[in-house]
């Protein structure tokens, strides 16, 4: 009893609203997602795929307590408008922002975590593998935004997809820019910029101009 009355109190309005716009009634009523009461769910169009067993709970949004979070001014942001797959459980932190235009794809691999005052905005396609980490203030971004011309008017910075394969640990205040490839076992050193293909697995990547720091590593359990 105690526990389905802790659980009651999670189900607010706004996971309502969320489960019930994203899924089949069977589904929504399980209540897979978990939106807290500081989300400001700007748009909610698209869809939300989840590739695994339906549990309560499974994907959970804006929960967490890091000391550095400013519980009171700080929100988290779901602006979706294509789509979004989430291929188990993931756990995305207070204060993140996810943004995903239309026809572009956002997908999660199984235990994902992202910690808090992060961004992700896709506009093509940004692929996370299983098990990986994304640590507090970073930004993954497939696109510039602004439309930059050559000088005979064509357009050269279109998106580019983002893949971070499995057990990639990517530290704080990193940014992630299209194009980006990180292998899997990976870590990414603090504030750190990605902006290409990187090459060798279970490595520590970091510095300016990014480079392998240290082969052979394995911070995952």
């Known amino acids: 009893m105690t526990k389905a009355l802790k659980f009651l109190k999670r189900i607010n309005i706004k996971s309502v609203i969320f489960n019930f716009r994203y899924f089949p009634f069977k589904t929504a009523i399980k209540f897979p997602v978990l939106i807290s009461n500081n989300v400001f769910l700007h748009k909610t169009k698209g869809r939300v795929i989840i590739n695994a067993p339906i549990k309560t709970a499974l994907i959970q949004i804006g929960y967490g307590a890091i000391g550095i979070t400013d519980f009171k001014r700080s929100r988290a942001v779901w602006e979706v408008h294509g789509d979004i797959i989430f291929n188990g459980r993931a756990f995305i932190a207070h204060g993140c922002k996810i943004s995903v235009a239309q026809n572009a794809e956002l997908i999660f691999g199984d235990d994902f975590y992202m910690s808090t ?100 590593i394995k911070w995952w359990n």
């Open 117 to 216: 005052e992060c961004a992700i905005v896709a506009a093509k396609k940004i692929e996370i593998g299983n098990h990986s980490i994304i640590s507090w203030e970073s930004l993954i971004m497939d696109t510039d935004f602004h439309h930059i011309a050559d000088e005979t008017g064509q357009v050269f910075n279109h998106p580019k997809e983002i893949i971070i394969g499995d057990s990639v640990w990517v530290g704080c205040k990193c940014t992630i820019l299209k194009g980006s490839v990180i292998p899997q076992g990976s870590v990414v050193a603090a504030n750190s910029m990605v902006t290409k293909k990187l090459t060798g697995e279970n490595s520590i990547f970091g510095g300016s101009p990014m480079r392998v720091l240290k082969s052979n």
